[in-house]
């Protein structure tokens, strides 16, 4: 039962005497309750001091007061009687009204106290102030009497008589000085004149005359009547004046005398800014030397200091190298150097197990995912040791065509370990690494690798590397050599102590907090993230945000990753990092150079390309001989077009190309660059009847009609020996069976799911011609290739199939290769073997 049952109904509220009424309130939810309400009067609230009104004193006739007195602290009133059926809902309400009008009595109480001191405080704040003023009255009357003590006595004893006795010639004697307030002069206000009597024509009303400032045309009442000059034309006038002061043509300028700063070549507005000159003027002086010239031309150095001195300006010669950075170092006080971790390169011929040895070393698996199994790219990683230090890892190919990048791995280290298998020997790549490390001056220590095997033979590769003047410790030499096994994961630590070993005797420094110097170890074209450059820091320290100019490209590092992907704030000394943010894609072995600002990097960035242009299209000294000797011969030229997906790559393979020429028959790369195959690569392979050779790339959509288009031939390799016998066999005529590709089907990779313990299923989904199971297959990321493989096992929801067509789905196991992603792309193709003609 809700509460409107339970009580009986009240009168409704009236306004006749203090009666109790009811109020009826209602809340959410349906639910209502009925108050009872009184009217009372309201409280008047008196000041201290006052009396209260006569229906509210407690005395029906208080005697009047015969002075006002401070009021007493009031006193809490007491509590009220609750009155009888009072109900807990007007028993709450009189307790809210008690409340309130207790905290307004408070209120009241602190408002009248805080009044009392404030008005306390202000006039004890305007007593002080006029004593102080007393004081400083009394003290200035004091001095003053000080001051006036040492006069005559007769000004002393006569202080009322301002007139003095004369003198003896007659003249009065002049009055003592006095201090005398003066007071300011009124200026005469003219007489107000009556509304009748108007002022003459041409006279000067007092309005007028009010207007403007008191000129010497107005003082000698000249020009009487005219309107006042404005404000603009009183500033005009007064700022003509001060040029006329200053330095106008009463007063000739003083000349300024400048360094000017000339370059070897300069234009004539240019050194006209830079004069300080106008540019008409030096025209002017060039036409009076006979020269025509425009203030757009561009003048030598020479003609410029003629003018220079002409002019009365001091010259400075500067040359065009002067705005490249220098590349000799400039040495870093010994005191800012700080401990850096060692960079370690990995050196050996191919297949010694070098990637392997850092594999296990880093606890990765790099070598899975190379074509081949063998290395072709410098890697770069950093490595913690049990003893929390960090060892920076290059890995270097092995191969022959990357003597270039053997020989930057071996510039850029501090300690090279040169890997030798025990059951193979000393090989060609073996003995370069040695003379490459002997060229960069750094310490070597020899890992024999492969101690796991039975035939492996350690002390037959100590005699061996007798031959090449490599004394290792057990022969009583000076480099270090340990035993390991990169399979079984043996000898590694002995291998660290070692690097850490020579690393100490080294005492590696650096200076961190300076701007950054890098060296690119290897650089490509990505194609959602643009040129992308590995470095290795060298010293200072690389951030996010810097401005840099490497070799002909400049820009701003937009990102910086670590070698196991992580974007980081910073770099600092012997970190191998990926920094993002070039104008394009520098060349390996180039030093990157943190610089001031923008202005800075790109003035020196086209400078070198300048000079690089200048370089690669200056021609040969020739003679009529040689002219007649080029034109007798009979050498072919056998043109291409190289793409890769790493500078480094494009490097060995145009190198390799070029060391395949004989005096029959020689290579002439069209084109080198690196990222995906593009339409202006088809064109210019298309015009120039050249094949296009692709190193781990391949052409994106449009190129590819292109090529069926134009019927360009194009080469995919992924292995660099592929490249160099193909191309070499195609060149000499002996070529053997033609490797034609046939593409049978392509299919987009929709979903990966797991295939046993360790292998993963590739959902697909065919797009073009069909899959079969059992053919060659390669895997494409961004039209980069990602692994070369066979199709394992093909299926169709749960049946073993042979073949899928297009615009069905199907699943498939790729052999030797679990890199896959949704969106992959998977081209299936058969390999034809057939004569080759020419």
Do not use: W
């Given at each position: 039962m809700s509460d409107d049952d339970k009580k009986p109904a009240r009168k409704p509220l009236t306004l006749k005497g203090a009666q109790p009424g009811e109020v009826k309130q209602t809340f959410s939810h349906g639910r209502t309750n009925k108050v009872a309400v009184e009217v009372k009067r309201r409280r008047k609230l008196v000041k201290p001091g006052e009396a209260p009104a006569p229906e509210e004193a407690p005395a029906p006739a208080p005697a009047p007061a015969p002075a006002p007195a401070p009021a007493p602290a009031a006193k809490r009133p007491a509590a009220k009687k609750a009155p009888a059926g009072e109900t807990p809902q007007e028993r709450v309400a009189r307790l809210q009204r008690e409340a309130e009008e207790e905290r307004l009595r408070l209120a009241?109480?602190?408002?009248?106290?805080?009044?009392?001191?404030a008005k306390q405080a202000a006039e004890e704040e305007k007593q002080r102030a006029e004593d102080n003023k007393k004081a400083e009255a009394e003290a200035a009357k004091k001095a003053k009497e000080e001051a006036e003590a040492p006069k005559g006595a007769s000004a002393e004893e006569t202080p009322a008589e301002p007139e003095t006795a004369p003198a003896e010639d007659g003249t009065p004697a002049p009055a003592p000085r006095k201090f005398t307030?003066?007071?300011?002069?009124?200026?005469?206000?003219?007489?107000?004149?009556?509304?009748?009597?108007?002022?003459?024509?041409?006279?000067?009303?007092?309005?007028?005359?009010?207007?403007?400032k008191l000129t010497v045309k107005k003082a000698l009442n000249e020009d009487e009547g005219r309107r006042a000059r404005s404000l603009a034309a009183l500033k005009r006038a007064r700022e003509k004046e001060r040029r006329m002061q200053g330095g106008g043509s009463n007063k000739p300028r003083e000349k300024q005398v400048r360094d000017v700063i000339v370059p070897e070549a300069i234009t004539v507005g240019e050194l006209a800014k830079r004069m300080g000159e106008k540019g008409a003027d030096l025209v002017k002086e060039l036409f009076n030397l006979d020269m025509m010239v425009t203030v757009n031309q561009t003048i030598d150095q020479d003609t410029a200091e003629l003018l220079v001195e002409q002019f009365g300006h001091n010259i400075e010669k500067v040359s065009e190298a002067d705005v490249d950075i220098q590349a000799e170092e400039d040495v870093d006080p010994e005191e800012t150097l700080k401990p850096r971790p060692p960079v370690v390169t990995i050196m050996g011929h191919v297949d010694?197990?070098?990637?392997?040895?850092?594999?296990?070393?880093?606890?990765?698996?790099?070598?899975?995912?190379?074509?081949?199994?063998?290395?072709?790219?410098?890697?770069?990683?950093?490595?913690?040791?049990?003893?929390?230090?960090?060892?920076?890892?290059?890995?270097?190919?092995?191969?022959?065509?990357f003597t270039e990048m053997r020989q930057r791995g071996a510039n850029v280290t501090d300690i090279v370990v040169l890997v030798v298998a025990a059951d193979d020997g000393i090989m060609p790549q073996t003995i370069e690494a040695i003379n490459h490390t002997k060229a960069a001056g750094v310490p070597m220590?020899?890992?024999?690798?492969?101690m796991d095997k039975p035939e492996a033979n350690p002390d037959n590769i100590r005699n061996r590397l007798l031959e090449h003047e490599v004394i290792v410790e057990k022969m009583s030499g000076d480099v270090q050599d340990v035993e390991i096994s990169a399979k079984e994961k043996t000898g590694l630590d002995e291998l660290l102590e070692k690097i850490a070993l020579q690393a100490e005797l080294l005492e590696l420094k650096a200076r961190p907090d300076r701007m950054a110097e890098a060296t690119v170890i290897e650089a490509q074209l990505d194609k959602g993230r643009g040129p992308v450059a590995t470095v290795l820091i060298t010293r200072g320290t690389l951030e996010r945000g810097n401005t840099f100019v490497v070799g002909t490209q400049s820009g701003r590092v937009r990102a910086i990753v670590d070698d196991h992907g992580k974007q980081i704030k910073k770099a600092g000394p012997s970190m191998p990092v990926e920094v993002l943010g070039l104008s394009g894609v520098p060349s390996a072995g180039d030093?990157?150079?943190?610089?001031?600002?923008?202005?800075?990097?790109?003035?020196?960035?086209?400078?070198?390309?300048?000079?690089?242009?200048?370089?690669?299209?200056?021609?040969?000294?020739?003679?009529?001989?040689?002219?007649?000797?080029?034109?007798?011969?009979?050498?072919?030229?056998?043109?291409?077009?190289?793409?890769?997906?790493?500078?480094?790559?494009v490097e060995a393979i145009t190198t390799a190309l070029h060391n395949l020429g004989n005096d029959l028959i020689k290579v002439r790369v069209l084109h080198a660059g690196v990222g995906a195959i593009t339409e202006s690569d088809v064109q210019l392979a298309a015009a120039s009847n050249a094949p296009i050779i692709g190193f781990n790339v391949r052409p994106n959509a449009k190129a590819r009609e292109l090529v069926k288009r134009d019927g360009v031939e194009m080469k995919y390799y992924d292995v660099i020996y592929h490249l160099t016998e193909e191309i070499a066999k195609e060149m000499a005529g002996e070529l053997g069976p033609e490797r034609i590709e046939n593409v049978v089907g392509r299919a987009a990779v929709k979903e990966v799911f797991r295939s046993g313990k360790k292998d993963k299923a590739a959902g697909l989904l065919v797009e073009e011609g069909v899959i079969r199971k059992g053919l060659h297959a390669r895997l494409t990321r961004d039209d980069v290739i990602v692994s070369a493989t066979t199709i394992a096992s093909l299926r169709r929801f749960k049946d073993d199939v042979d073949e899928v067509r297009a615009g069905l789905e199907c699943g498939v196991v790729l052999a030797d290769t679990n890199d896959i992603q949704p969106g992959d792309q998977l081209e299936v193709f058969e390999v034809e073997e057939r004569e080759r003609t020419l």
């Open positions: 009241e109480e602190a408002r009248k106290r805080e009044d009392k001191e307030p003066v007071k300011r002069p009124e200026i005469k206000k003219p007489e107000r004149k009556k509304k009748d009597d108007k002022p003459a024509r041409g006279a000067e009303t007092p309005d007028k005359r009010r207007s403007g010694h197990g070098k990637t392997s040895l850092l594999d296990a070393l880093r606890g990765a698996n790099v070598v899975k995912g190379e074509a081949g199994g063998i290395t072709q790219h410098i890697g770069s990683y950093q490595v913690k040791t049990k003893g929390g230090d960090a060892v920076t890892f290059l890995d270097t190919p092995g191969h022959a065509a220590i020899v890992a024999i690798n492969k030093v990157l150079t943190v610089v001031e600002n923008e202005q800075r990097a790109r003035e020196v960035a086209e400078y070198r390309q300048e000079k690089a242009t200048e370089k690669r299209t200056a021609l040969a000294p020739t003679s009529f001989d040689t002219m007649f000797n080029n034109l007798a011969s009979d050498l072919v030229e056998f043109p291409v077009l190289v793409k890769a997906d790493v500078q480094g790559s």
